[in-house]
Nanobody, 123 residues
Framework: QVQLVESGGGLVQAGGSLRLSCAAS????????MAWYRQVPGKERELVAV???????KYTESVKGRFTISRDNAKKSVFLEMNSLKPEDTAVYYC?????????????????WGQGTQVTVSS
């Protein structure tokens, strides 16, 4: 069974740092783009950062200069280093990855989501 498992969320004071991790497992042939999204109650899920297989990155404007996305292809993992955290960064953070997998004997290409990890920044 293919899945993405996140870790690293928690409670931190404003100005602090957290590092999120996400590891993919299962019968995975290859991984294309990997990304982090976040969502607060009552709002749509927002793209925070994305990293391509070549290592190119993009960030939403509000986190530029504070967050860094990286990946380890050998470990099928993506990370989000979050510094200078603000209360408005409070959200559930979700890992997302475009995976080519083998499921039920067939090759499939689709996006997978992690279960989400809560990040709470206190003022």
């Amino acid at each position: 069974q293919v899945q993405l498992v996140e870790s690293g969320g928690g409670l931190v004071q404003a100005g602090g740092s957290l590092r999120l991790s996400c590891a993919a497992s299962g019968l995975i042939i290859s991984i294309n783009d990997m990304a982090w999204y976040r969502q607060v109650p009552g709002k749509e899920r927002e793209l925070v950062a994305v990293i391509t297989i070549a290592g190119s990155t993009k960030y939403t404007e509000s986190v530029k200069g504070r967050f860094t996305i990286s990946r380890d292809n050998a470990k099928k993992s993506v990370f989000l280093e979050m510094n200078s955290l603000k209360p408005e960064d409070t959200a559930v953070y979700y890992c997302n990855a475009e995976l080519r997998t083998i499921e039920s004997g067939q090759v499939r290409n689709r996006k997978y989501w992690g279960q989400g990890t809560q990040v709470t920044v206190s003022s």
